[in-house]
């Protein structure tokens, strides 16, 4: 009998690439993608790692297949934005070993800044894509895209959204294929794109693409299930598929497996077999808009919002008519900050001098939430620099901001933009947060944390020196407990006219082991309110005054710093 | 087919009790399907899995009007969700209150009345203190395991697989506690 287990998507795709010999896999993570790279790294005999952005992760899979080994690239939606500029031109070199990017996108931005639809990238880049539907599918279609990358000399985008990604399955586990290292043989023509070289291949691309769309119209990757209505064909693609089988089982469906190409032949004939043919996607009209392209009439966003997910029940509504039923009115539980985290008393730091702050992506974004409020912008991994930067040239110099960001977003891409700012001469104050982690997608490691994906030590980049060597002259390293330290620290920078970066350090309190334990204790409350502004969970406001909750309280004492009376004090004061 | 939704506050350990569901349904011979959101949405806000068991499952999402049983870690959590229960669904809630932030800063209140409501409201509700068993129990950690006990009786499910499936997903060195545990929710209910 063969072994069947209960699991998560993305360690179905991790698995799906170890079970198709693959060697390496690099990446940077990204909800909901970071899983993938977390359990490849735990099974036998395979090379995989952190990258320090998305970009780098695709070189560094190119790289590995160009010498012969079957690579792996992963990452969030947005992050194909990063990686792109490797990925439109490795469409033209092809490949060595089978070369694989799977790329995860966020209907609903559960966890994104962004509901871009990642299968345009798959279009404009001429590389295909292969959706699935579930975790089965998911290690299935990873180890087809692995054998399509090979057999037709090219990269295959693996897509999956959020629901498929964080989905568990039934899974079958099958034995790896052993691949060799395939011999690396020198190939300029092939693999050093310059103009003469790249306009023979742009020519290859365009007969890859031919000979894939012939193929994908019948290779089973995409398939017809019909029903005994004649009224009602529907084609979908990934999770929505389930939707429809759930909510429409006496439809026609049409099952896209590889998006693109679309098997457009397959379904004009599918089209021809129903009375009304309806596209159901989530995020644009994309298979919508090629089908009419193609002179294939249908519905699709006519019925369906291209914002946020599908859902079972929005196809009984717009179908079946049914009702939905509706949630109560009860208070929102929005994701706040820990008890206890390092960026608090710098946020509170930052309000309470009013400063304009330019935020980025990490937990430090939550900076931006009530009662806190300090964060202005939030754009894109390492926006936060670029803009602060933009914002003093805009204002000659006299814009009164900030540039707050992480660590490891600050190694992604934050660091072009500090050489940027030295370079230029915009005098910016840039706060690296610095809480030794990739904190919000759940505590993985990078350059500066001194540990690899699995957990082997590694030499540390040191955000301090790297600063300096970017030129950086005036650079503090404070105590992100420290409140009184952080706004003296931010004071000085503010007021100098050049590049100032301050490092707030302090690992993420759910990784600092060292705390753990209520270190305050309040008497005399006069309910002025100032704790309250800090909006940590641990504290609530009593019948007599505030409240803290010790099983939340991790003692890192903010709060004790803030009051105003002396009302809330160390255990044992 | 049976819809299962668990919801709660991010950190209270529902993934765990999803794992154990999912468990059970392997064992029992089915076809299952969980689905779950990381990320941003954990941070100590609301968290709901679904999950899904039969023969042959397709969606991972349990959808409004037709979850079997809710098991909601908090209160406000379980009147967040109700909508998602079918008529005669089972509702277990643990009755502990938990602040969200906007009611910490005074920008919400947190209704007084959300036990009363969903008790006229949802014939099937239950309401325990599984906090308190399970620090009975030998640890507050075992609360969502107290919970599964609960349910376990309320659904009618195989005492005997789920105490299985609760084995085989806890440490080894917890195993006494979380059974423990797990028959102590049993027979609160």
Not at chain 1, 277 to 284: A, D, N, S, T, Y
Not at chain 1, 414 to 431: C, D, F, M, P, R
Not at chain 2, 57 to 68: I, N
Request: proline share 4%; glycine share 8%.
């Amino acid at each position: 009998m063969q072994k069947k287990e209960l699991m998560l998507t993305n360690q179905a795709i991790a698995r799906g690439a170890w079970e198709a010999g693959v060697r390496v896999l690099s990446a940077y993570p990204g909800t909901p993608s970071t899983e993938i790279a977390e359990n490849f790294v735990k099974l036998d005999g395979v090379y995989a790692e952190w990258a320090p952005n998305e970009k780098v992760a695709v070189e560094v899979a190119v790289g590995a297949a160009v010498a012969g080994a079957r690579a792996m690239a992963c990452m969030k939606h947005v992050g194909v934005n990063v990686a792109a500029d490797p990925l439109f031109t490795v469409a033209y070199t092809g490949v060595g070993g089978g070369l694989v990017i799977v790329v995860a996108d966020d209907p609903g931005m559960h966890s994104s800044q962004n509901e871009q639809d990642s299968r345009y990238y798959a279009r404009s880049s001429h590389i295909p894509m292969l959706e699935p539907s579930n975790a089965q599918e998911a290690k299935e279609f990873t180890k087809l895209a692995f054998a399509w990358s090979e057999q037709f000399d090219t990269p295959v985008f693996l897509r999956e959204t959020t629901r498929v990604a964080h989905s568990h399955g039934v899974v079958e586990l099958l034995d790896r294929e052993e691949r060799p290292l395939k011999a690396y043989e020198k190939n300029a023509q092939k693999y050093v794109m310059m103009p003469a070289n790249a306009i023979k291949r742009h020519v290859i691309v365009e007969e890859r693409e031919k000979a894939i769309a012939k193929y994908v119209e019948t290779c089973g990757v995409n398939f017809a299930e019909y029903t005994s209505e004649k009224e009602m064909g529907i084609v979908c693609s990934g999770v929505v598929y389930e939707y429809v089988k759930e909510a429409l089982p006496q439809a026609n469906v049409f099952k896209v497996g590889s998006v693109y190409p679309l098997p457009v032949e397959s379904i004009r004939a599918f089209s021809k077999k129903v009375a009304r043919l309806v596209v159901i996607e989530e995020l644009e009209p994309y298979i919508e808009d090629t089908l009419k392209a193609q002179g294939i009439a249908c519905e699709g966003k006519n019925l369906f919002s291209i914002q946020g997910e599908l859902s079972v029940a929005k196809l009984l509504q717009v179908f079946e008519n049914k009702q939905i039923p509706v949630p109560a009115q009860v208070p929102v539980r929005p994701p706040v900050m820990c008890a206890g985290c390092p960026h608090r008393g710098v946020f509170y730091v930052l309000n309470k001098l009013k400063l304009t702050v330019n935020g980025d992506i990490g937990c430090y974004t939550l900076g931006a939430v009530a009662p806190l409020s300090a964060v202005d912008t939030c754009v894109c991994m390492g926006a936060s620099v670029g803009m602060a930067h933009g914002f003093k040239k805009a204002t000659e110099g006299k814009s009164n901001n900030v540039a707050v960001i992480g660590d490891s977003t600050f190694l992604h891409s934050g660091v072009t933009g500090l050489i940027n700012a030295v370079y230029n001469q915009s005098g910016i104050t840039l706060i690296i947060l610095d809480n030794s982690t990739t904190g919000m997608t759940g505590h993985q490691q990078h350059p500066a944390t001194g540990k690899t994906l699995d957990g082997n030590p590694a030499p540390v980049v040191l955000l301090d020196e790297l600063c300096k060597a970017c030129g950086v002259k005036h650079l503090q390293i404070v105590d992100a407990y420290d409140v009184v330290a952080v706004e003296k620290a931010v004071k000085e920078a503010t007021a100098n006219p050049e590049v100032s970066v301050i490092i707030a350090q302090r690992p993420c309190a759910l990784l600092d082991k060292k705390l753990k334990k209520p270190a305050v204790k309040v008497t005399d409350c006069k309910n002025c309110g100032k704790c309250m502004k800090l909006g940590c969970p641990a504290i609530s406001k009593g019948e007599k005054g505030i409240v803290i909750d010790t099983a939340q309280c991790v003692g890192c004492e903010v709060c004790v710093q803030v009051c105003p009376f002396g009302c809330i004090k160390k255990e044992g004061e | 087919m049976m819809n299962v939704l668990i919801s709660g506050v991010g950190g209270q350990g529902t993934i765990l009790a999803s794992r154990v569901l999912g468990k059970y349904a392997l064992l029992s011979g089915n076809d299952c399907k969980i689905s779950e959101i990381h990320g941003m949405s954990q941070r100590g806000g609301s968290v709901t899995t679904h999950l899904r068991i039969g023969k042959k499952v397709y969606s991972p999402v349990v959808w409004e009007g037709s979850a079997d049983m809710i098991i909601a870690f908090e209160t406000l959590e379980a009147a967040r969700v109700k909508h998602y229960l079918k008529e005669d669904g089972i509702l277990l809630v643990n009755e502990e209150k938990i602040l969200p932030m906007p009611c910490i800063t005074g920008a919400a209140v947190y209704p007084d009345d959300v036990k009363e409501k969903l008790t006229a409201e949802v014939k099937g509700a239950k309401f325990i203190k599984a906090k308190e068993i399970a620090m009975q129990a030998g640890s507050e950690k075992a609360t969502n395991i107290v919970m599964l006990g609960s349910i376990c009786k309320l659904y009618g499910f195989d005492k005997a697989i789920m105490e299985e499936a609760v084995i085989a997903c806890v440490p080894a060195k917890f195993k006494d506690l979380n059974v423990n545990a797990f028959r102590m929710g049993y027979e609160s209910v």
